[in-house]
């Protein structure tokens, strides 16, 4: 495995830890017995008790222990909580179904939010597990190519009434307009005051506006959030496409390139079409030499959009991908699937309409993401239109099962593919949070392991009968998982015993706010000023 050089140092600190300097003569907030104890950043693995106090992780050991709440974990696995960088908007109804699936840090890394420092605000005490957001790149450029005025908080869950807005004109600005110097500049620039008010990255959404947004705006926008040291994540711009020249693997060369050229990090988000496996070679590489990039997946072999959305328009399923629409779309609603004449209707009259796209490739590359380094899931958690709260029914849920089953399926599917237990563990919770932290941010750097210090993010699941509950069928897409009884969110449990408890344990996950912008403003000059010698520079050359 990579990342394991200090790892045998580590798993000596961690087995330190465990020695009964005080277990005896403590009473925790919560012990968890007889668990068998994984760590994935040193390895450690063995039966232990755990000790839980002040929110953080007090002691692991062999000894007995007492708390204010105990459970016996025989035959269950206590582990990092998992992190999932693409839990899309506030709907707390998705909210609850990550929490449900093991989920204890949830984050938008790709399309984001706007007005960061009033999100961070609405939102605190109203989630069970960790929150956080970027800046949308997306919605940005709604307010400077729509004219939307967008002066409150929004997020994901806006995101399709927002482009219904921007269609009112019978244009789709944010998607097809080309941004000129001065608007490159009104976009970096109000990106620019959202990183300052603390995102964790800027989210490019660059797939669903492939022909508005040039590789000059692209480049400004990662400027942008290199100047913080934070990562671009992104639906890239041919993400899918299987023909040359317009291969999905050309527009991740445009962002690596890029992102290796500023020294800034980078995140692939859902690598898991076409050219997957170059994008992967090719991050592989990037990292053996010192570049913090990685990417995501989530374990289902189809996809899920609004019906409305460019990339399942006839001229990118049928010409670029040469599928047929009665094969692969699945519409959860009218439970059916959906031939041409029937998607052009649905998404005519009901454009923000969640659908599943089906793409019979994935069947044979899913075992392969199971066993990749570095590969971290990622849910692409995804709300419905009609709100659900927090109570409602399970089976109510009308979308993709991703939302509610993406790091059960995993542990299933790596149990059944006999991937290594810590392999699995690693891609749900350690290398998020290793990469994360190596931007800076501070809570990822003390998330994604389990060990003494570290605060308590923890899950419990049976190795042997874990299992995600949901499925494409309608009534199951929202079910919870089975096998994964308890949940800890910063020392409290959210679940347990396979219910919610409807503790609001979560805490911002973000960077501090700063006093100054870094926003630098492009100008036509400035390529010349780069490149350019002036006379007096020119030195006398022999002829």
């Given at each position: 495995?990579?990342?394991?050089?200090?790892?045998?140092?580590?798993?000596?600190?961690?087995?330190?830890?465990?020695?009964?300097?005080?277990?005896?003569?403590?009473?925790?907030?919560?012990?968890?017995?007889?668990?068998?104890?994984?760590?994935?950043?040193?390895?450690?693995?063995?039966?232990?008790?755990?000790?839980?106090?002040?929110?953080?992780?007090?002691?692991?050991?062999?000894?007995?222990?007492?708390?204010?709440?105990?459970?016996?974990?025989?035959?269950?696995?206590?582990?990092?909580?998992?992190?999932?960088?693409?839990?899309?908007?506030?709907?707390?109804?998705?909210?609850?179904?990550?929490?449900?699936?093991?989920?204890?840090?949830?984050?938008?890394?790709?399309?984001?939010?706007?007005?960061?420092?009033?999100?961070?605000?609405?939102?605190?005490?109203?989630?069970?597990?960790?929150?956080?957001?970027?800046?949308?790149?997306?919605?940005?450029?709604?307010?400077?190519?729509?004219?939307?005025?967008?002066?409150?908080?929004?997020?994901?869950?806006?995101?399709?009434?927002?482009?219904?807005?921007?269609?009112?004109?019978?244009?789709?600005?944010?998607?097809?307009?080309?941004?000129?110097?001065?608007?490159?500049?009104?976009?970096?620039?109000?990106?620019?005051?959202?990183?300052?008010?603390?995102?964790?990255?800027?989210?490019?959404?660059?797939?669903?506006?492939?022909?508005?947004?040039?590789?000059?705006?692209?480049?400004?926008?990662?400027?942008?959030?290199?100047?913080?040291?934070?990562?671009?994540?992104?639906?890239?711009?041919?993400?899918?496409?299987?023909?040359?020249?317009?291969?999905?693997?050309?527009?991740?060369?445009?962002?690596?390139?890029?992102?290796?050229?500023?020294?800034?990090?980078?995140?692939?988000?859902?690598?898991?079409?076409?050219?997957?496996?170059?994008?992967?070679?090719k991050l592989k590489m990037a990292r053996e030499q010192g570049m913090n990039m990685w990417a995501e997946y989530y374990p289902y072999e189809a996809a899920s959009t609004a019906?409305?959305?460019?990339?399942?328009?006839?001229?990118?399923?049928?010409?670029?991908?040469?599928?047929?629409?009665?094969?692969?779309?699945?519409?959860?609603?009218?439970?059916?699937?959906?031939?041409?004449?029937?998607?052009?209707?649905?998404?005519?009259?009901?454009?923000?309409?969640?659908?599943?796209?089906?793409?019979?490739?994935?069947?044979?590359?899913?075992?392969?993401?199971?066993?990749?380094?570095?590969?971290?899931?990622?849910?692409?958690?995804?709300?419905?239109?009609?709100?659900?709260?927090?109570?409602?029914?399970?089976?109510?849920?009308?979308?993709?099962?991703?939302?509610?089953?993406?790091?059960?399926?995993?542990?299933?599917?790596?149990?059944?593919?006999?991937?290594?237990?810590?392999?699995?563990?690693?891609?749900?919770?350690?290398?998020?949070?290793?990469?994360?932290?190596?931007?800076?941010?501070?809570?990822?750097?003390?998330?994604?392991?389990?060990?003494?210090?570290?605060?308590?993010?923890?899950?419990?699941?049976?190795?042997?009968?874990?299992?995600?509950?949901?499925?494409?069928?309608?009534?199951?897409?929202?079910?919870?998982?089975?096998?994964?009884?308890?949940?800890?969110?910063?020392?409290?449990?959210?679940?347990?015993?396979?219910?919610?408890?409807?503790?609001?344990?979560?805490?911002?996950?973000?960077?501090?706010?700063?006093?100054?912008?870094?926003?630098?403003?492009?100008?036509?000059?400035?390529?010349?000023?780069?490149?350019?010698?002036?006379?007096?520079?020119?030195?006398?050359?022999?002829?």
């Open positions: 495995m990579t990342n394991m050089l200090n790892r045998k140092t580590l798993a000596f600190l961690v087995v330190a830890a465990t020695l009964p300097l005080t277990a005896y003569a403590t009473e925790y907030d919560i012990a968890i017995n007889n668990g068998r104890v994984m760590d994935p950043e040193t390895e450690f693995d063995a039966v232990r008790n755990v000790g839980i106090k002040d929110g953080k992780i007090a002691i692991i050991t062999e000894d007995d222990i007492d708390g204010v709440e105990t459970i016996d974990a025989s035959g269950h696995v206590v582990t990092a909580g998992f992190i999932d960088t693409h839990t899309h908007s506030s709907d707390k109804f998705v909210i609850r179904m990550a929490m449900m699936d093991g989920v204890t840090s949830g984050m938008d890394f790709e399309w984001g939010a706007l007005n960061i420092a009033d999100w961070y605000q609405r939102e605190k005490g109203q989630w069970p597990i960790n929150y956080g957001q970027c800046a949308s790149h997306e919605a940005v450029r709604m307010t400077v190519h729509d004219g939307l005025v967008i002066d409150k908080p929004i997020d994901a869950v806006d995101a399709f009434w927002l482009r219904a807005e921007s269609v009112k004109d019978k244009v789709e600005g944010w998607s097809v307009t080309v941004s000129n110097l001065d608007q490159i500049n009104q976009i970096t620039k109000r990106l620019d005051e959202n990183l300052r008010q603390g995102a964790l990255c800027i989210g490019d959404t660059t797939g669903y506006a492939a022909v508005g947004t040039s590789t000059y705006e692209l480049f400004e926008v990662q400027k942008a959030a290199a100047r913080y040291g934070r990562p671009v994540a992104s639906h890239s711009r041919l993400h899918g496409s299987t023909k040359p020249p317009t291969e999905s693997q050309m527009a991740f060369n445009e962002l690596f390139a890029n992102a290796a050229l500023l020294k800034a990090p980078l995140l692939i988000c859902h690598n898991n079409d076409y050219g997957w496996w170059e994008i992967e070679e019906i409305g959305a460019v990339p399942i328009q006839p001229q990118f399923i049928e010409d670029a991908l040469g599928l047929k629409y009665k094969d692969i779309l699945y519409d959860p609603t009218q439970d059916k699937f959906l031939n041409k004449q029937e998607y052009l209707k649905v998404a005519k009259e009901d454009s923000g309409r969640t659908i599943v796209i089906f793409n019979p490739a994935r069947k044979q590359w899913l075992p392969m993401w199971l066993r990749v380094e570095n590969m971290v899931v990622a849910s692409d958690g995804m709300w419905q239109n009609e709100g659900l709260g927090w109570d409602d029914d399970p089976a109510k849920f009308k979308g993709h099962p991703r939302t509610s089953g993406s790091h059960t399926t995993v542990l299933r599917l790596g149990r059944e593919q006999n991937v290594p237990l810590m392999h699995t563990l690693s891609q749900l919770s350690y290398w998020s949070a290793y990469h994360l932290g190596k931007t800076g941010l501070k809570s990822m750097q003390i998330r994604g392991r389990l060990q003494p210090g570290m605060v308590a993010d923890i899950v419990v699941f049976n190795p042997k009968t874990v299992a995600e509950g949901s499925s494409y069928k309608a009534g199951e897409n929202g079910l919870p998982p089975t096998g994964l009884p308890h949940v800890i969110v910063n020392g409290q449990f959210v679940k347990k015993d396979d219910q919610a408890t409807g503790v609001m344990a979560g805490l911002p996950i973000r960077f501090p706010i700063e006093d100054k912008p870094r926003h630098v403003e492009a100008k036509q000059e400035q390529w010349q000023d780069r490149m350019l010698v002036d006379d007096a520079s020119i030195s006398p050359r022999a002829n």
